[in-house]
């Protein structure tokens, strides 16, 4: 690039002076060459533009999502160590945002660790895959859990929200959330199989299907064309139940 | 225990948006803008605890760069989308020097121009260019941003954008997007 096609540069950029861009202004009356250029550059600009176009709504909220999933070492792409049940607001609030749950009653108090066994301690080795599910349902209040039973049989499954998508332990998780009369359950549905924790059980009559417990949450996992993992503060025997009404796999 | 994930999100989720522009355009074939997107604010993350500050627009734009490569490269292709063989066959043969035999595009206007057509000119181009035009012209970039982002010198970045506009402009031109009079 000669100082010339620098100086047309930098003219077409607006960073010359109003002397040299004046100079120029001039110059491009007489200069065919230069002229041509200058109106291409502002018709390439124009295209260019065109193809803004802004971010798909839940992307912000998917993304802090993930952040703070992360801080509180939930994913395997980027380990952490953390300290002991710490308190999280954040993950309430973007489960919440991400779900378009509102008109859920304010005030659940729901400590938002990432996960948790029954004696409070995060569980060791929980596949990075099925923790991000597991926190994603964390934030169910108790209380739809404590009511389900006397609904889940009749009530249609009425999805809450959107759909939220992550990627954790190399898997893109599809979440969806929800509400069978006065319970709520979060479906996870993703192309690879949910690795099985550790302290899981295989089902029996299903030789694909593993259900676990932490704390409060049980976890039905199902593997068929696709891997199905539903999450529910619901009682263990109930979760196979809750499964088939949700029409999992 | 990491970096603070509420102040990472305060100084960086203002700027999700020019990183979407970034990620849809050096996303490659087969990958999600969204992933990418996701997996920048993750690996920003990662590095937020030794980020001395500076310009986070910049920052975040250079890491979804890498990151568009880093997973290009696990896929063995290359990041950006090669445009399909019906836009090629579509078009006539290009001169590179936009001179002597090249469509008059500045006697036209762009009227009703498909995005679809322009991103698929765009990944014409070469990928420098594509990247700076991206920066700059779809995320709306400074050139010095774009530069720090890059990690070259603003006159190579506004150099580039000028040569890539006018290729841009002119492969519209031949593929008959651009008509119409002033």
């Keep these: ?249 | 225990m990491g970096a603070d994930h509420r102040a990472f999100l305060d100084a960086t989720i203002p700027h999700l948006d020019v990183v979407w522009q970034v990620a849809r355009h050096a996303a490659g074939k087969g990958q999600d803008p969204e992933d990418l997107v996701q997996e920048t604010f993750l690996r920003a993350y990662a590095g937020f605890g030794s980020y001395r500050g500076g310009n986070t627009r910049a920052w975040l734009a250079a890491i979804c760069l890498n990151a568009a490569r880093s997973q290009a490269r696990r896929r063995r292709r290359r990041p950006w989308e090669v445009p399909g063989p019906a836009l090629l066959d579509a078009l006539p043969w290009y001169r590179a020097d936009g001179a002597e035999g090249a469509a008059d595009v500045a006697d036209v206007v762009i009227a009703d121009l498909e995005a679809e057509k322009v991103s698929r000119c765009l990944a014409l181009l070469p990928e420098p260019q594509r990247v700076c035009i991206v920066l700059v012209d779809v995320a709306g970039y400074t050139a010095r941003e774009a530069a720090e982002a890059l990690g070259c010198p603003r006159g190579t970045v506004l150099a580039r954008v000028h040569r890539g506009r006018r290729r841009l402009a002119q492969l519209l031109a031949e593929a008959g997007v651009s008509h119409g009079q002033p």
């Excluded at chain 1, 018709?43 to 912000?60: D, F, N, V, Y």
């Excluded at chain 1, 108790?142 to 609904?151: I, L, N, R, V, Y």
């Design chain 1, 1 to 249: 690039m000669d100082s010339h096609d620098r100086l047309l540069t930098a003219y077409v950029a607006g960073k010359l002076d109003r002397a040299q861009a004046r100079r120029w202004d001039e110059h491009l009356l007489e200069c065919e060459r230069c002229w041509r250029a200058v109106r291409e550059d502002r018709a390439g600009r124009q295209a260019a533009q065109m193809l803004r176009q802004p971010a798909p709504p839940g992307l912000a909220d998917r993304v802090a999502f993930a952040v703070e999933m992360t801080a509180s070492g939930g994913t395997t792409a980027l380990r952490r160590s953390r300290s002991p049940a710490q308190p999280d607001h954040l993950g309430r609030r973007a489960r919440w945002l991400l779900a378009g749950a509102g008109m859920v009653a304010a005030g659940v108090a729901i400590t938002l660790t990432l996960i948790l066994l029954p004696g409070g301690h995060q569980a060791a080795g929980l596949p990075a895959a099925v923790a991000a599910v597991a926190r994603y349902a964390q934030a169910i209040p108790s209380q739809a859990g404590d009511q389900h039973s006397p609904s889940v049989g009749r009530a249609a499954p009425v999805e809450v929200g959107r759909p939220v998508t992550v990627t954790a332990g190399g898997q893109r998780i599809v979440l969806r959330t929800w509400r069978l009369g006065g319970a709520e359950a979060v479906v996870a549905v993703s192309d690879h199989p949910f690795p099985m924790p550790g302290r899981a059980q295989r089902v029996s009559n299903g030789g694909m299907a593993w259900s676990a417990r932490l704390g409060r949450l049980g976890l039905y996992c199902l593997n068929g064309r696709t891997s199905e993992l539903v999450a529910a503060p619901v009682p263990a025997a109930e979760l196979a139940a809750l499964a088939a009404r949700l029409q999992v796999a």
